[in-house]
């Protein structure tokens, strides 16, 4: 008997006949004008003019890095409960993907590989529901959520939940002997952020200063 192919077909959700509205945010125009001009040739998708942007199934948000300002514009997105956000970006420093899942970001895509079909791809997943994520992205998402299990069944120890992502790595960071305006460029955050951070961190674990949380996080094995 010949062997058959089959095709199964999800049934857990609807096609979508309907377009999918599309808006498109970007500080540089050429970055914007780029992913605009990959869509607008796709008949499932539907861009929205700027005045109608907050109207949208979908929010793509392009830039370069995630800085303060970006990070803004995610949380504002993350409250339009109209909305679901798509970031496109070329590159994502230390504590970044921390920062923009809690900015309520659905999927990422790297811009190097942002061609007409993984935007359409980005965005149909988007509107559907799915998360995408990079898989050496979503790697390093699960380990830090095993992390943050395995401090929850031992609550007695020290580990790494005791630090965000974004504090473990400020803190390796001047561990590596830079300072405020280094770790801001590295980090693509304002140096009163980095200042704001690390005394927090100073303050929560009530230490003297910075070669204080320093050694402190070493004895522990948090950086």
Not at 59 to 75: G, I, P, R, T
């Amino acid at each position: 008997m010949p062997a058959q192919a089959w095709t199964m077909r999800s049934t857990s959700r609807p096609e979508r006949p309907e377009r999918v509205t599309v808006g498109v945010y970007a500080a540089d125009p050429v970055l914007r004008l780029g992913v605009v001009q990959q869509l607008r040739q796709r008949p499932e998708v539907d861009l929205v003019a700027d005045l109608d942007a907050e109207l949208a199934e979908v929010s793509l948000v392009v830039v370069d890095h995630v800085d303060d300002e970006v990070a803004a514009l995610l949380d504002k997105l993350r409250h339009n409960s109209r909305t679901r956000t798509g970031l496109v970006v070329a590159t994502l420093g230390p504590g970044s993907l921390q920062r923009v899942i809690e900015c309520g970001v659905a999927a990422v895509l790297r811009r190097a590989e942002a061609d007409q079909d993984q935007l359409l791809r980005l965005v149909l997943a988007i509107a559907n529901g799915e998360g995408v994520l990079p898989g050496d992205l979503l790697g390093k998402l699960l380990t830090h959520v095993g992390s943050l299990q395995r401090s929850a069944l031992d609550p007695r120890g020290v580990s790494l939940s005791t630090l965000t992502a974004r504090e473990a790595d400020m803190l390796r960071m001047v561990s590596e002997g830079l300072d405020t305006a280094e770790i801001a460029r590295k980090t693509a955050y304002s140096e009163r952020t980095v200042k704001n951070v690390l005394h927090e961190i100073i303050t929560r674990l009530q230490l003297r200063n910075r070669a204080h949380a320093v050694g402190y996080a070493l004895r522990n094995g948090l950086i």
